[in-house]
């Protein structure tokens, strides 16, 4: 808080009273510190998969360099390191555009079923991998929101290679999307899309900040899963620009549900 006071004078000049004033600061520190930990949360990414990269030419320049084993498996590394820089400079950019367009809202009449069932197309190759199947409710049907398709199929190809990536092996994916009548928080019809795995779930004490940028719950996991830390922040920030709400349940050793609730177009 920022207080002022100033004096208030008559017509002939002399002073007969004053104004006191209490300035709110607090929100411009919180969302000036916000951006200041983000750009060094960036650097510190950043840096990290570099100095490996920097370390691993000097190497390929001296003791690896006749040593052609040791060379393919330097530049295997150096090359998941520069695909790891990539994908985190496309997922900052895709933040930045969502959170640039929050405000205005998409007019596209999109059919949600439509495009659940082109992410499920499109992760198939990584869901054989994961050796994990996809069991859906719904998605055969038709359900249009005011969307924006392909913000709509990022959110969802965030939540359900999440799935894959924390959900164990050898499990199964439930996607179903229902209409409701009025929900209650929204207060208006709309769809309803749910998430659900079969994971060792999440502490409730993570839920809160999970949608934040770069919160990881276990950081050590999620770079090896090739995660940025940046999936749920975009996740959230699409919802918004729907106008809809997103919702987490979860239950360690059971599993996590994301719901996506939509205002029905
Ligand atoms: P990341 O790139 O690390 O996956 P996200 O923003 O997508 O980043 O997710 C943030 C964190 O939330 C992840 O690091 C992970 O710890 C946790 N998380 C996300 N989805 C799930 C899930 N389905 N089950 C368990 N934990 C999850």
Redesign the pocket.
């Known amino acids: 808080y920022r207080f002022r006071a100033r004096p208030i004078e008559d017509g002939s000049g002399q002073k007969c009273g004053a104004v006191l004033s209490f300035e709110d600061h607090s929100r411009v520190e919180e969302s000036e510190n916000i951006r200041r930990d983000f750009v060094a949360n960036i650097s510190h990414e950043l840096r990290t998969p570099l100095t490996g990269l920097t370390g691993f030419i000097e190497t390929l320049r001296t003791t690896a360099r006749d040593d052609p084993a040791a060379r393919d498996r330097f530049l295997e590394i150096m090359e998941a390191e520069a695909r790891r820089m990539g994908r985190l400079v496309s997922d900052l950019m895709s933040l930045s555009r969502v959170e640039a367009d929050e405000r205005v809202r998409p007019r596209d009449l999109v059919d949600v079923c439509a495009v659940l069932r082109s992410v499920v197309a499109t992760l198939e190759g990584k869901l054989a991998e994961a050796d994990v199947s996809v069991e859906t409710a719904g998605i055969d049907k038709s359900h249009q929101v005011l969307g924006d398709r392909d913000q709509l199929i990022q959110l969802f190809l ?1 939540l359900i290679e ?2 894959i ?3 164990s092996a050898g499990r199964v994916i439930h996607l179903s999307v229902v209409a409701v009548a009025r929900d209650h928080t929204l207060r208006c019809p709309a769809v309803r899309i749910d998430v659900r ?1 079969e ?4 502490d409730p004490l993570h839920l809160p900040r ?2 934040e940028r770069f ?4 950081d050590h ?2 770079r090896e ?1 090739g ?7 975009i996740v959230k920030h699409i919802v918004n620009r729907h106008r809809g709400r997103l919702k987490i349940n979860s239950k360690q050793g059971v599993g ?1 549900t ?1 719901s996506v609730i939509i205002p029905a177009g």
């Open positions: 965030n999440n799935a990536k924390y959900g795995d994971g060792p779930g999440i999970l949608t919160y990881r719950i276990d996991r999620s899963m995660g940025t830390g940046l999936g749920l922040a996590t994301f």
